[in-house]
């Protein structure tokens, strides 16, 4: 049988990951405690200093049915060791507490000159937190991933954890949906989105919309590979009207076929074999910023009329640089 210690000895971490409790939930696990102390069949767990590394939510429900002792056991541990100890805990966290408490371990588990706590890590900005987080993923060597690491030694999927660290990469008002159920953990796939200003754009539209896991995923196809940024508007109306690749390219071509962008592809058109004949198609003009490898994930059909198009134009380039015409 466990130990008791007086309820009020206790005092809750105030490092540790979980920042919110269900305060209905607290107050009807009091009422099922009563006044028998026994009821309590999971210890509270403390350190030395009777701080509360698991069942803080335990230690709560005993204030408010006022018992005077509570089952405890004692234990001795490191810094990184009590956060994976309460990431272990069966009762529940919010999607951002369970994100910042995977995000911590995972830096603790990849570098060893400084155990972070849940607040020094959420007072990180945002590039120093996402290199600390990635600092292990270190392929090819004989190194497992702090990710994987976590996943080990706490028992959780790693294409769990995965989801939860993507959510450091979204922008508050995304995180905030996911905590009030507006919309999707799903909604974390925009960050394969290639391109920086389609993903916020995206990010935005969903929200708004409170998409579903579908509507989420549909739309990430259509802009994940485009590495240039498209308008606003067009990423709206794309999603709204559920545009297919012909319609999403031909808008593309309408609305910013005189935006010339630089592209990070060697395989794309590039801007000087354009301007002298943007003017021949619409479809060139939108391949003067869409590499190809963009292009190949449009239909067979599209993309090989597509490409006849810049045959004929590089061969029309040519001549007049020749001055055959």
Do not use: C
């Not at 509570?70 to 994100?99: C, H, W």
């Not at 916020?200 to 240039?228: C, G, M, N, Q, Y």
């Amino acid at each position: 049988m466990s130990e008791l210690i007086k309820t009020n000895l206790l005092k809750a971490d105030k490092n540790q990951p979980r920042t919110q409790f269900d305060e209905q939930e607290i107050e009807s696990l009091a009422k099922s405690y009563a006044n028998f102390t026994e009821q309590i069949v999971d210890p509270i767990e403390i350190d030395e200093n009777n701080v509360i590394i698991r069942g803080e939510r335990r230690w709560r429900a005993a204030k408010i049915a006022k018992l005077p002792k509570v089952p405890f056991n004692r234990v001795k541990v490191s810094i990184k060791e009590r956060l994976e100890r309460q990431l272990l805990e069966s009762e529940p966290y919010t999607a951002m507490d369970k994100a910042w408490g995977y995000a911590t371990a995972i830096i603790n588990i990849n570098q060893q000159q400084k155990e972070y706590s849940v607040p020094e890590v959420k007072k990180l900005e945002k590039e120093k937190l996402l290199n600390l987080i990635t600092l292990g993923d270190t392929k090819g060597r004989g190194q497992k991933s702090g990710q994987s690491e976590l996943s080990r030694r706490i028992g959780v999927p790693q294409s769990t954890i995965s989801n939860y660290i993507a959510m450091l990469k979204l922008q508050d008002f995304t995180q905030k949906a996911i905590e009030k159920h507006d919309v999707p953990m799903a909604i974390t796939k925009v960050t394969k989105v290639k391109n920086k200003t389609n993903q916020e754009s995206l990010e935005s539209v969903l929200v708004r919309r409170k998409a579903d896991e579908s509507e989420i995923e549909s739309s990430i196809d259509k802009f994940k590979s485009f590495d240039f940024p498209v308008n606003y508007e067009t990423v709206e109306e794309a999603v709204e009207k559920d545009w297919g690749e012909q319609e999403l390219a031909e808008r593309i071509a309408e609305t910013q076929g005189d935006d010339w962008m630089n592209v990070d592809d060697s395989s794309a058109v590039t801007f000087d074999e354009l301007e002298e004949y943007k003017k021949i198609s619409s479809k060139i003009r939108l391949t003067s910023y869409v590499s190809l490898h963009t292009i190949s994930q449009l239909s067979v059909e599209y993309k090989h009329n597509i490409i006849d198009d810049i045959d004929r134009t590089i061969e029309r380039l040519n001549l007049i640089k020749e001055g055959i015409v």
